[in-house]
């Protein structure tokens, strides 16, 4: 068995184009970079991220929401501001309990997937659907929201009249986004790395200063508190009073929206990876719990009230420089670095949204083109997908975040219920293994309690404000995922019925051994893993040519997909695994009484590696002739070309236009 390796001598010769290459692909090398080189030993360990690069791409959408989600509460509150000072204590603790909550579930699931895959493992798959649809359409918002908040904070210092320029730059930032995280994750965080820091830096700047400045003002309004909470209670009643805390907690909801991207991630993380996920969760608690607590309360302190085309944060940091001499320049800073960091919060949705995509595709819930890797070995269809959706989103709601955070945060509270109601489940179920169990549910409860409370009453409330548009848009994609499935599993069964036994050879059947003469007549045979429609087209090479080659050479390219590359050594077990599929087929082969031979490529695309691969044989063989399977249907349908793969069609008219005679040999399935 020859293997021919991605970014060696042999396949830069073979593939290679250079200089000659087609302007499209000179225009995407100068965008998005080279291909990585996959025998690169520590390709895995260059991919991935430690912390505190985790804490930049992930929780940084979780930072970011302290620039809408404590706003939303402290509007909420009306004349009744007071109730600030209980509010930011109990938006803290939150942020607390989920992350405690979450950095358990990151024991649990080392190899990520965050809420799917916790909700398939734990409530069964189509819990773990529901949970995934959400996640899907709750990242599309991430990015949408992050952007659309971006907008408002760069144009909050800027005339009235500028602000119609404000959609169209959303748009191009979005299409940046698109642009960066196709060059690869890493890649992309370290270029945003000093924008998020710089984001914290102002605001702690902001929040610990103005905390001081008004340190006085502070004492006087907590001893005001009660007197005004008494107030309140004469005219509000205890019911009304918890009701309008209550509410005001639960609108402010987008505070918390971030929190399960760590888990979500964790495939990206740097190992040993638990270790770094927990971490990672640690940074943006601590974060996220001071920045939105701290600015609930410089908003009480500071007498800060919402003023037409600026956001409260602007107004905070105007009022702020007012009496802390650090001029305009702060102010201007401070906004551009809360909308800086906000384009980084979309970097969430670009990271996780696609990784989320992929774990559905390979369990067939949405198409399995979804799972593959680009040459920089990002999942670019996913990518790709996010970026669009948003930016239909983006378009259809103006931009609009008092109207997307709705949106957004009933899906994130929609996963955050489903996974508390997994974890508690699973310790329900190890009560009698583990005498701890009721240590260990207590946080996850506690979070359900929480979580579900913000989901109700942002659904009741906020129904018709825009919940109802994101319910229906999550229903559509539970049942479009089912459709999907249910295709993918009729065809399954179908193939299964119409190849079964042929995998299996009469033991007694003759045996030739030996290698192919590369002077002779030879069928290359392009298969995939080892199964009946790989036996099946192998069969029909010999139905239809008989008696004409004296030779087979069994060739087959690895795909790399995200459900394969989870860490190191995952490629060459791949490549492993591979070239035994393709041993079972030399066996046949030699069974059946021909001279038998292997080749083996791995790559991200099928495609352009089996290209390589076969222009590479056609050079050791003098004539070849190419053979591969292709699935059609009696009533092709436009769908079709969507799920099912067309590498048969495209690797045949690119061998042609090389001259080598290429065969597509059906396999029919009726419907």
């Keep these: 068995m020859a293997s021919l390796q991605p970014g060696s001598d042999t396949s830069r010769a073979v593939g290679a184009r250079g200089k000659d290459a087609p302007l499209s692909k000179r225009v995407r090398r100068a965008l998005i970079g080279p291909p990585r080189p996959l025998d690169d030993k520590g390709l895995f360990h260059k991919v991935t991220l430690v912390a505190v690069l985790a804490w930049i791409g992930l929780g940084a959408d979780g930072l970011s929401s302290s620039a809408y989600g404590p706003e939303e509460a402290f509007r909420t509150l009306g004349a009744h501001t007071y109730l600030a000072i209980g509010l930011a204590v109990v938006m803290a603790a939150t942020v607390i309990v989920i992350s405690i909550a979450y950095s358990r579930v990151i024991e649990h699931f080392p190899h990520g997937g965050g809420g799917y895959v916790v909700a398939t493992k734990l409530l069964g798959e189509r819990a773990g659907l529901v949970s995934g649809s959400a996640l899907l359409v709750d990242y599309v918002l991430t990015i949408t929201i992050s952007i659309a908040a971006a907008g408002d904070a760069l144009f909050s210092f800027v005339p009235i009249e500028w602000h119609s320029l404000k959609l169209p730059i959303e748009v191009l930032l979005v299409v940046g986004m698109i642009v960066l995280n196709l060059r690869g994750v890493r890649e992309s965080v370290l270029v945003l790395a000093p924008i998020f820091f710089l984001f914290v830096i102002t605001h702690f700047v902001l929040i610990f200063i103005g905390i001081g400045v008004q340190r006085d003002h502070l004492v006087q309004t907590v001893s005001e508190a009660s007197r005004d909470c008494r107030a309140g209670l004469a005219t509000l009643g205890v019911g009304g009073m918890a009701l309008l805390f209550t509410h005001a907690y639960s609108l402010g909801g987008g505070t918390y929206t971030g929190i399960e991207a760590v888990s979500n991630g964790l495939a990206i993380m740097r190992a040993p990876r638990v270790a770094t996920g927990k971490r990672t969760m640690a940074y943006m608690a601590a974060s996220l719990a001071f920045t939105a607590s701290g600015l609930l309360l410089c908003y009480l302190i500071w007498n800060v009230s919402p003023v037409a085309g600026k956001t409260m944060n602007a107004v905070l940091a105007e009022r702020f420089v007012e009496r802390v001499p650090l001029g305009s320049g702060f102010v201007v800073l401070t906004m551009l670095a809360e909308g800086a960091i906000l384009v980084v919060a979309a970097q969430a949705g670009f990271m996780d949204g696609p990784r989320v995509l992929a774990n559905m595709a390979v369990d067939s819930w949405v198409p399995r083109r979804c799972a593959a890797l680009s040459e920089r070995l990002t999942t670019q269809n996913g990518i790709v997908l996010m970026g669009l959706a948003a930016l239909a989103a983006l378009i259809a709601t103006r931009g609009d975040v008092r109207y997307l955070v709705v949106m957004y945060s009933i899906n994130v ?169 393709l041993d079972d087929y030399a066996r046949i082969g030699r069974r059946l009484g021909i001279a038998c031979t292997t080749r083996v490529v791995i790559g991200t695309d099928a495609v352009e590696e089996g290209e390589k691969l076969c222009l590479a044989i056609a050079a050791e063989f003098s004539r070849p002739t190419f053979f591969a399977g292709q699935v059609i249907f009696g009533r092709e349908a436009w769908y079709h070309r969507l799920l099912h793969n067309q590498t048969a069609y495209a690797l045949q008219r690119r061998l042609q236009l090389a001259g080598l005679s290429t065969v597509i040999l059906p396999a029919r399935v009726s419907n």
């Design 413 to 581: 509270f929609l996963t955050f219920s489903m996974t508390e109601t997994s974890m508690c489940r699973f310790w329900i179920g190890e009560r009698r293994q583990r005498r701890d169990w009721w240590h260990k549910i207590g946080i996850h409860a506690v979070g359900l309690a929480m979580c579900a409370t913000i989901l109700c009453i942002t659904v009741i409330e906020k129904f018709s404000e825009g919940g109802w548009i994101t319910l229906t848009i999550t229903v559509g994609v539970v049942g479009i995922c089912l459709l999907v499935r249910r295709h993918y599993t009729s065809v399954a069964r179908t193939l299964e019925r119409a190849f079964e036994g042929l995998e299996k050879i009469p033991e007694d059947a003759p045996f030739v051994a030996g290698q192919p003469d590369p002077s002779l007549p030879v069928a290359v045979v392009l298969v995939g893993g080892f199964n009946g429609f790989g036996v099946h087209t192998t069969l029909n090479v010999f139905r239809a040519f008989p008696q004409h080659f004296k030779g087979v050479v069994f060739a087959s390219v690895g795909v790399i997909d995200s459900g394969v590359f989870k860490g190191e050594g995952s490629m060459e077990a791949l490549r492993e695994r591979t070239a035994a599929a």
